[in-house]
């Protein structure tokens, strides 16, 4: 993004919609800083192709031919569907912001519609692929407390459906385990996941060698010097794990939370107590593993029925 191309007095603006949607809580930094760049990018368009940048008495001028040129030029240079709606969903807040704030009203922008696309749906592995990855993650002769470290990470991912950074930011002082686990998630919210025997216990098992001691307030999960464990140590680990076992890329940390919500779906699980266990805000969010156990359910018909 060439700030350049940003009227000095429109990029005021941005920072103000920015900073009232933090005040406002419910976003993640991650979120803010992905909002800043892209309607910082689609402002820096509009400079590009105006030959000056926009201040904001012109920005209720921009029009179809606009926005047309503005998402043929995201799509030519590889931003797919899904990322361009994405990116036109945080500029169309943002000009929903200015008309309701500023009174500075962009018809065009906001009545844009979205590219089209098909929901990619997640791919969890199997039950038993899972096992045997925590399984061998956790044998490193190497380095054996680490290898124990992240079998009782993964086993957490999948055993609780936590996204690798909400594993990453609990402390010493909330072990031992509860029977309940409380989760700070996205957006500050809070949700309560229960905690089954085999999470507590590999998490048990990790502390009894972990050479590092720690208060309360010290990360639960450490590096090899004692600090925060990196989120990248993890993933690697279980990419090296994934290639001794043959299991395909698609097999990341992330993969043990889609895990945990479609194994729990077979099993018979209610789709709102999956929601609240994986802490979406939206119904819909959670509706997709529907999908995931409906696809996989056809793969079974098609290879085992003899008409297929």
Same mark, same amino acid.
């Given at each position: 993004?060439?700030?350049?191309? $940003?009227?000095?007095a429109?990029?005021?603006l941005?920072?103000?919609?920015?900073?009232?949607l933090?005040a406002t809580?419910?976003?993640?930094?991650n979120t803010?800083v992905?909002?800043?760049?892209?309607?910082?990018?689609?402002?820096?368009?509009?400079?590009r192709?105006?030959g000056?940048? $926009?201040?904001p008495?012109?920005?209720?001028? $921009?029009?179809?031919?606009?926005?047309? *040129?503005?998402?043929?030029?995201?799509?030519?240079?590889?931003?797919?569907?899904?990322s361009?709606?994405?990116?036109?969903?945080?500029?169309?807040?943002?000009?929903r912001?200015?008309?309701?704030?500023?009174?500075?009203? *962009?018809?065009?922008?906001l009545?844009?519609?979205?590219?089209?696309?098909?929901?990619?749906?997640?791919?969890?592995?199997?039950?038993?692929?899972? !096992?045997?990855?925590?399984?061998?993650?956790?044998?490193?002769?190497?380095?054996p407390?680490?290898?124990?470290?992240d079998?009782?990470?993964?086993t957490?991912?999948?055993?609780c459906?936590?996204?690798?950074?909400?594993?990453?930011?609990?402390?010493?002082?909330?072990?031992?385990?509860?029977?309940?686990?409380v989760?700070?998630?996205?957006?500050g919210?809070?949700?309560?996941?229960?905690?089954?025997?085999?999470?507590r !216990?590999a998490v048990?098992?990790y502390?009894?060698?972990?050479?590092?001691?720690?208060?309360?307030? *010290?990360?639960?999960?450490?590096?090899?010097?004692?600090?925060?464990?990196?989120p990248?140590m993890?993933?690697?680990?279980?990419?090296?794990?994934?290639?001794?076992?043959?299991?395909?890329?698609?097999?990341?940390?992330?993969?043990?939370?889609?895990?945990?919500a479609?194994?729990?779906? *077979?099993?018979?699980?209610?789709?709102?107590?999956?929601?609240?266990?994986?802490?979406?805000?939206s119904?819909?969010?959670?509706?997709?593993?529907?999908?995931? !156990?409906?696809?996989?359910?056809?793969?079974?018909?098609?290879?085992?029925h003899?008409?297929?």
């Amino acid at each position: 993004m060439d700030d350049r191309l $940003i009227d000095s007095a429109t990029r005021v603006l941005l920072d103000r919609w920015l900073g009232a949607l933090s005040a406002t809580g419910g976003r993640s930094e991650n979120t803010l800083v992905a909002y800043r760049r892209d309607v910082g990018e689609f402002l820096a368009f509009l400079g590009r192709h105006h030959g000056a940048p $926009i201040a904001p008495e012109r920005l209720p001028e $921009i029009d179809r031919g606009d926005m047309r *040129s503005w998402m043929a030029s995201e799509r030519s240079r590889g931003v797919s569907a899904r990322s361009l709606a994405r990116s036109l969903s945080a500029v169309k807040s943002f000009f929903r912001w200015l008309g309701d704030d500023e009174g500075i009203d *962009s018809p065009a922008v906001l009545a844009t519609r979205a590219p089209g696309f098909a929901p990619s749906l997640p791919r969890p592995i199997p039950a038993s692929d899972a !096992d045997s990855l925590i399984s061998t993650i956790g044998n490193r002769p190497d380095r054996p407390w680490t290898g124990v470290r992240d079998a009782a990470l993964v086993t957490l991912l999948y055993g609780c459906g936590l996204r690798i950074s909400e594993a990453l930011a609990l402390r010493r002082g909330d072990v031992p385990l509860a029977d309940v686990l409380v989760v700070t998630g996205k957006g500050g919210r809070q949700r309560r996941v229960p905690v089954l025997p085999v999470v507590r !216990d590999a998490v048990d098992a990790y502390l009894a060698v972990c050479p590092h001691p720690g208060d309360a307030r *010290s990360p639960l999960f450490v590096g090899v010097r004692g600090g925060p464990l990196n989120p990248r140590m993890t993933r690697k680990a279980m990419e090296t794990a994934r290639l001794q076992l043959g299991l395909p890329a698609r097999t990341t940390p992330h993969a043990m939370r889609h895990a945990f919500a479609t194994h729990l779906l *077979s099993a018979g699980g209610d789709l709102r107590t999956i929601q609240e266990l994986l802490g979406h805000r939206s119904l819909s969010t959670t509706q997709i593993y529907t999908a995931v !156990d409906k696809s996989r359910l056809l793969d079974v018909y098609r290879s085992a029925h003899p008409k297929a």
